[in-house]
């Protein structure tokens, strides 16, 4: 069983800048498929960013330009750099370990682990 906490989270205006972060019990090196999803109130989760076990990066369109992902294998967490936010960015921010639906980049809701949440709110 792998755990997975989610930090980071909070609370900024327009253009504002977090980072998240997901502590994760197993190695982070394991080859498994991680990403983060994101989901607001009476909407879906939506997948925002994911890296594969060989490292390659996938991005909603939403986010791309803005949104950074990564594996600190020294702190052994998968983190989420968020730049320019914007009030659409207000949700639940969820970090996701071992894909079970297929390829890493289809950003599908469909993970095997799942952290409890962070919560990310901005204001206009």
């Known amino acids: 069983e792998v755990e997975l906490v989610e930090s980071g989270g909070g609370s900024v205006q327009r253009g504002g800048s977090l980072k998240l972060s997901c502590a994760v019990s197993?190695?982070?090196?394991?080859?498994?498929?991680m990403s983060w999803f994101r989901q607001a109130p009476g909407k879906k989760r939506e997948g925002v960013a994911a890296?594969?076990?060989?490292?390659?990066?996938t991005y909603a369109d939403s986010v791309n330009g803005r949104f950074t992902i990564s594996k600190d294998s020294d702190k052994n967490t998968l983190d989420l750099q968020m730049n320019n936010l914007n009030p659409e960015g207000s949700a639940m921010y969820y970090c996701?370990?071992?894909?079970?639906?297929?390829?890493?980049?289809?950003?599908?809701?469909?993970?095997?682990?799942w952290g409890q949440g962070t919560q990310v709110t901005v204001s206009s």
């Open positions: 197993e190695s982070i090196d394991n080859g498994e498929c």
């Open positions: 890296i594969d076990g060989d490292g390659r990066i």
């Open positions: 996701a370990a071992d894909s079970l639906g297929g390829s890493c980049d289809t950003l599908i809701p469909f993970f095997r682990y």
